[in-house]
């Protein structure tokens, strides 16, 4: 038979093992009892054990199949599942679906083309959430007390929506660079020819066109300023009536013979600044592409709100494209407008596209993610040139 023995000391706890062994020869009958002290031993399997258990690392172990033979108690904290109910199934349990294979590709390569490997993918938890995270699989089958491949995986959700943003950054500063070398030396260019010309003939023109080289520049200046202050999330929202931000920020654009029909009176949780911001883009966007007597409409649907004009439309192949910075269709369009939109966009969490409106013009629709949140109520529409 053989037991452990645990015993209470002045220094802690000793541990040892007991077997006893019969014990038979020519003259005797009886029984041997061997003690080992395995104090050491059990000391340091309990350390790891430990370490284990609370380590921020998920650890499992699966074999070549990918099933998994032990799983981490740190799963519960990272991801919410319960390790016992793990045991046995896949490792592509939790795995998101779109990256299912791309692991299961990764698995199959450990111990055949290389005995380690490192992957990124996403992961749901337990409430459905979407994570990112990291693992590093080792081939240890070999190994008498693993015989399994074991996987270390690092919740790096936070990371990566860092290096998303820095990213994001890096275009701004892109988008900068290519303004200032080409957008802004274009016109600079034209104001010292036309003003050069002035000096020598003094005609007026000339001075007409500096003027208005100079006006493109500060346009330039402004929309490029606007992008370069914006963050790339929105710290603070309040609710807001729809309609009302609508109006005011059409009492901010020149407007020319244009109209405004509003017919939203829903909620909203946003930035007020940026929403008006948003407004007043759109805006501009249609006078400068539909012309000064373009009927604007604001409006509600299912999922979002909208704002839609009577102007020629955006064709197909270019409704993705006018949200790039720098791109216009207008001679005295700056490229920037949509760009400061859908960054305005992208902060508040909601997602934009551009379709046609019901009279065959440009129709902006701006969808539902959260926190947005749009009331039911109805309204009398209200009109403003």
Do not use: C
Request: hydrophobic share 35%; aromatic share 6%; glycine share 8%.
């Amino acid at each position: 038979t053989h037991d452990d023995i645990v015993v209470e000391t002045d220094d802690g706890q000793r541990f040892y093992t007991a077997q006893l062994s019969p014990l038979r020869d020519d003259d005797h009958l009886g029984r041997l009892l061997t003690i080992r002290d395995v104090t050491d031993n059990r000391r340091i399997e309990k350390r790891y054990q430990a370490l284990i258990e609370n380590a921020s690392d998920i650890i499992t172990v699966v074999d070549h199949e990918g099933t998994l033979e032990y799983v981490s108690p740190s799963i519960d904290r990272v991801l919410g599942y319960d390790p016992e109910t793990l045991l046995g199934r896949s490792l592509l349990t939790y795995v998101h679906s779109d990256d299912r294979d791309r692991v299961g590709n990764a698995l199959e390569t450990i111990g055949v083309d290389t005995d380690t490997v490192r992957f990124e993918y996403r992961v749901e938890d337990a409430t459905g959430s979407v994570r990112v995270v990291e693992s590093v699989g080792q081939d240890l089958t070999e190994n008498p007390f693993v015989q399994g491949i074991v996987v270390h995986t690092r919740d790096v959700t936070e990371r990566h929506r860092r290096e998303q943003e820095l990213e994001r950054a890096n275009e701004h500063l892109e988008t900068f660079a290519s303004a200032i070398s080409h957008d802004l030396r274009n016109p600079l260019n034209v104001a010292a020819g036309n003003l050069e010309l002035a000096r020598l003939e003094g005609d007026e023109e000339y001075f007409e066109s500096v003027e208005s080289a100079h006006e493109r520049m500060e346009t330039l200046i402004r929309d490029l300023l606007t992008l370069a202050k914006q963050g790339q999330t929105v710290a603070e929202t309040d609710t807001l009536d729809l309609g009302a931000v609508a109006t005011d920020a059409w009492e901010t654009v020149e407007t020319a013979r244009a109209t405004l029909d509003v017919r939203a009176t829903a909620t909203i949780d946003a930035d007020r600044n940026r929403l008006m911001q948003l407004f007043e883009n759109l805006y501009r966007n249609a006078i400068d592409h539909a012309g000064e007597d373009v009927k604007i409409r604001v409006g509600t649907f299912e999922d979002g709100f909208f704002v839609e004009d009577d102007g020629p439309g955006i064709p197909d192949e270019h409704r993705e494209d006018v949200f790039q910075s720098g791109y216009t269709t207008s001679d005295d369009g700056t490229g920037f407008g949509l760009a400061i939109v859908r960054n305005i966009v992208d902060a508040h969490g909601w997602s934009i596209g551009a379709t046609e409106s019901g009279s065959g013009g440009a129709r902006f629709e701006i969808e539902r993610v959260e926190p947005l949140s749009l009331s039911t109520e109805s309204a009398e529409p209200s009109q403003r040139e």
